[in-house]
């Protein structure tokens, strides 16, 4: 089972720590009862961010970081979802229906469910037992179907909401395509930490071939259509779902927002999981670097291969003259993450694996995710932008669009800017005194 994976190679990292649970707990200021309970297999995290600490705390390779969030997505799509009781699902006996009778002379009319069928009827509003048992059939059905809705409920919990492009042109375009850095940093989501996921567009396409010409309806965005759509079409699965987040951070130190605002106005730094709200309360930047985390995920049982992934610059201009507020201090050396790099700065902006990661493609399923990082990086200009992802199946093929909730992602260069900390044990934002202003 996937939870089962998941808690497993939980374990084998709080093993090989050789910390107990108390101080795991002191560690990542949580309760050492609930990381108990997450080793264990008795919770799954709501969210992957405390998930992704312990695992840094536990020295976990950047090997053991990926593996660890695409179990950490397959036993999330499975909580939830309960067992059907066996009774259940067997179908009473004809004579265990109420209201219906092996005996003769008893009618049943007033008590059969309103489905029974009333073709089968002895006379005018008198049922037999036929119907009754068909009306238990039908009774049986409707659990199994409810319950096949409840999982693909819990597994659409991970999918973003798939907009519709409306232009079927084999390009993915959403309502916050023509939106530029004009709209004021203001214009952020909202602050909940669960919603970390983006609105990307979705524009699929059958291939072309020269024994067929297309026809006007052989485009459809992955909006319209559910898994179920193309089973047993053999002509390959719909567009791959993307889960966005924003506001991941390699680790505190690392990441830094701009501000339009005194440092006497802006709260303490926010932990990770509460980042997005932190951001969106201030209208503030991702400065000098972006890093995004990205699920990918196939919809339905057929392979969905990734193609390429493409970095698209909506607007470009000087980098905001904003204060730089660090989200920590003093955390050490790093571990290189697996990613894909992305230099904003250039005239063509393209990703670029580094620290070992493989390039594109890639396959995914419904089954078998695949997490990407990517780190922007800007120093000279105030970036919009937003990415691409290519990919086909079968004879489908088509673009999703990722990007912030709708909205494009911004980055921005933060050099010269003045730069504040928040040492741990203080009470107030100060500005650093090694590193005034942010070095070129």
Known sequence: MAGDEFTDLLRQLKERSG??????????????????????????????????????????????????????????????????APEALEAPEASEVPGTSTGSGVPAASVVPETADKTEEAGPGVPTAASGGAGARRRRTAVLAGAAAAAAVVAAALVVNLVPDG???????????????GGGPGAAASGDRRSRTASPSVS??????????????????????????????????????????????ENQCSQHYLVDRAPEQVPPPPSEPDARGWVSALGGV????????????????????????HVRVVEKSAPLDWNDFAMGVGCGGDVR??????????????????????DFPYKVSETDPEVFYVFADARTHNVSWYLELEWSSGSREGTVRIDDDGRPFRTSGHVGRPAYTYPLGDSAWGRDEYQPDIPG
């Open 19 to 84: 910390l107990s649970y108390g101080v795991l707990a002191k560690r990542l200021h949580t309760s050492a009862s609930t990381l108990h309970r997450y080793v264990n297999g008795d919770a799954v995290p709501a969210d992957y961010a405390p998930v992704e600490r312990f695992a840094r705390v536990c020295r976990a390779t950047p090997e053991e970081l990926v593996e660890l969030h695409r179990r950490w997505v397959l036993a999330d799509a499975l909580r939830g979802q309960k067992p059907v």
């Open 167 to 181: 232009g079927g042109e084999g390009r993915g375009r959403s309502a916050g395509i023509a939106e530029s850095a």
């Open 204 to 249: 699929a396409s059958e291939k072309s071939s020269p024994s067929a010409s297309p026809s006007p309806s052989a485009s459809r965005s992955g909006a319209d259509r559910g898994p179920a759509a193309d089973a047993g079409s053999g002509g390959g699965a719909t567009a791959p779902m993307v889960a966005v987040n924003a506001y991941a951070w």
């Open 286 to 309: 991702a400065a000098g670097q972006q890093m995004l985390a990205l699920t990918v995920q196939g919809a339905g049982k057929d392979t969905v291969v990734l193609e390429e992934l």
């Open 337 to 358: 993450t697996a990613a894909f790099g992305v230099d904003l700065d250039d005239g063509r902006p393209a990703t670029s694996p580094r620290a070992g990661q493989r």
